[in-house]
């Protein structure tokens, strides 16, 4: 029987989600969720990747412990799911506290006032966790999409090439990311509740990528001219963490 393409592999403390694809050796990869992920080359029986899998355990595990947040990013992540009165939530690197207020719309609304974000609309609409997430992320695109023009063309004019696409996407453990090919640019609607100086950063981090796919020499070079400082900047960002829930509304 041939192996199948798609398979899971238990392990003490996680289970490995396996796909069999056109690749010349075996990966893994952990995920913020817990989730453990392999790649294996198709010439591979479910056998051997099992054999692979159950002897890099220990290794998988280190990724998954590096992986799963910190309490903090976790603790920030849980109210933002919740969004419950008296929770906080963050928009531009300000932690609001969330209020709920009745109001004749029909509609769920969501809105900044003062250190508060207030959600009003009908009493069955504010007690639906998934309707006031639903709120919460169309508050953040829109706060995004308003930034981003002016931040693309600072962005495009220091390091001097431009992107065909810009998109805002949920993106649970990356703050963006880079198609050359396509010449696109996604940015995480994570940076909404971040200080708006780190979507500069991750806008020029990005548009750079046209230029150099890696991490190398070149692509720091051209990092330190178009922002510079921003390697401590990176270490913040990284340090703040998501805070969006990994889940979808």
Partial sequence: MPTPTRFTVQCDGFAAEVTRRRTSRVSFRAWPDGRVTVSAPLGFT??????MVRAHADEIRRLLERAMPPAAEQAAREE???LAPGDHAWLWGERLTVRHLEGSEPRLTVRREGDVLAFIGPGELLADCSARRRAHEKLLRQE???????VRAEAERLVGVS???WRIRRMHSRWGSCRPDRGSVTIALELATHDPAHLRLV??????HLLICNHGSDFRAIMDRACPGWRAQQRALDEEGMR?????P
């Fill in 203 to 208: 806008a020029i981090h990005e548009t750079a």
């Fill in 144 to 150: 995004l999409a308003a930034a981003l023009p002016g």
């Fill in 163 to 165: 992107a065909r696409t």
């Fill in 80 to 82: 933002a799911a919740r």
């Fill in 46 to 51: 479910k056998r051997e990747v099992e054999g």
């Fill in 244 to 248: 969006l829930p990994r889940q979808a």
